[in-house]
Each structure stands twice: as C-alpha cells, then as structure tokens.
C-alpha cells in the first residue's frame, strides 16, 4: 500500500515535531514513574510516547526514501532526455550519410547510362539478345518466391 | 517491553513507498530507412543490346542503393544501442 499520498498533503515539520514530541514523551515517562502524583500516567504517556516515537520514525524513513527516490528519478530522466537527443542527432548523421551516398550512386549510374548510349549502342545491330538471356535476366530480377525453380522455358 | 522492541521493524514498511516509473522510449527510426527497396526492372521482349545493358546497369544501381539503406540500420542499430547501454547503466 502506497504512503505517499500522506507525504503529499502533510508538511514534513509535522513528522519531526511528532518525533521531538515521542521521544521527549518517552523521557517524561522514565521521570514520571518518580514523581508520585504523575507515576500514576507513566503507562499511558510512555505507550504513547513510543507509538508516536515509532510513527515518526516510519514517517521519516518514508521521506528519506522518497528524497533519494526523486533524486535518483530526476537524474535518470536526464540521462534519458540527454539519450533521446543524442539519438535523434544520430538519426539525423546516418540520413545525411545515406543521402550523400544515394546521390553518388544515382550519379556514377548517370554516368555509366551515358556510356551505355555511347559505346554499346554501336553494337545494338550486330548484336540480337536471344529470347532466353531476355528470360532468364527478368527471372532473376523479379525472382518470384511463391514460384519453384524454373526450368525450361518460364510461362 | 522487550516484545516492543519488535516495532521498530515497522519501520522498515516506510521503504514500501511508491516509485514513479521511468521509461525509456524507443527511438524512432528515421523515415529514409523506413523505405522499401525497389523492386528491380525488368527488360522488354524486343530490348536491344543497349536497352538490356541499361536495365542491367539500373538494377546495380538499386542494388548498391538498397545495399547502403541496410548499413544504414546497422549503423542505427549500433549507434542507437550504444546511446541506450550508456544511459541505462
């Protein structure tokens, strides 16, 4: 069961003034059973004492545990924020990289297109492709998975 | 009295107190990676040398585009899992 929501709305003097209150009560109570018209309360001042003592203590073990926890919360949360703008600034390296690339390739295939229209197109007449190399390029390059191994003439 | 000296051990109940989770997000790939690879061409029945040479040439170019997407996710992957081992240790 949550505690918290008595940290929330209670002010921590609270719980050290019930602390100050439990043990000066405990100490009354050892002077009590001395004196002889109050010796008479010194059970029920030094039972008192102790479960006030004892909820004090709780309460203070409770608000130290939620300081560190906070503390702790607050600097992964930093950790986190510093991850997340490392990443999206990785993000950003590997896309310019990629697009660099990209147009480096689409320019060296400009060039090699042009060399195409240059140079092998002097041998476009000398030169028929057979159906089947036609076949076999379009074969591989569509590379249909559902399909077994074609043998033979594809449909 | 000596049994009350098993209260104090209440007090360790005060750890038992609620701890705001934190999590971390997943990072978002960039959109660039995200694209499919195209699908490769194919020739025409009646392609000449130079059209099938063409068609050969584009889909190298393809290739090598769809080759450099691929290790573009492995240096995201690195890159990401080194910033989310550093974060979290």
């Known amino acids: 069961m949550s505690i918290f ?9 609270v719980f050290n003034l019930a602390l100050i209150v439990g043990v000066v009560g405990l100490l009354v109570s050892v002077v009590a059973g001395r004196v002889p018209f109050i010796s008479q309360y010194k ?30 919360v607050a600097e992964l949360k930093l950790k986190l924020q510093k991850a997340e703008t490392k990443s999206v600034e990785t993000n950003v390296e590997i896309v310019e990289k990629i697009v660099t690339d990209t147009q480096v390739i689409r320019e060296k295939g400009k060039t ?7 140079e092998i197109v002097k041998y476009d007449n000398f030169c028929e492709l057979p159906t089947e190399v036609i076949n076999a390029h379009n074969m591989a390059a569509t590379l249909n998975l559902n399909e077994g191994t074609p043998e033979g003439e594809p449909k | ?37 195209e699908a ?21 170019i393809l290739y090598h585009e769809c080759s450099r997407k691929v290790e573009g996710w492995h240096e995201w992957y690195t890159k990401q899992k080194a910033i989310f081992e550093e974060a979290t240790k």
């Open chain 1, 5 to 13: 929501w008595i940290l929330t709305f209670v002010p921590t003097f």
């Open chain 1, 43 to 72: 059970l029920p001042i030094q039972l008192l004492a102790l479960a006030l003592t004892i909820v004090a203590v709780f309460f203070q073990g409770a608000l130290a545990y939620k300081h560190s926890v906070a503390l702790e």
């Open chain 1, 112 to 118: 090699i297109t042009e060399y195409v229209d240059r």
């Open chain 2, 1 to 37: 009295m000596k049994k009350l000296l098993i209260l104090p051990l209440l007090v360790l109940s005060g750890c038992a107190v609620h701890v705001e989770p934190v999590t971390a997000k997943f990072p978002e790939a960039p959109a660039t990676l995200l694209q499919k690879c």
């Open chain 2, 40 to 60: 490769l061409k194919e020739v025409a029945k009646d392609a000449s040398l130079s059209d099938f040479t063409k068609v050969v040439v584009e889909n190298y």
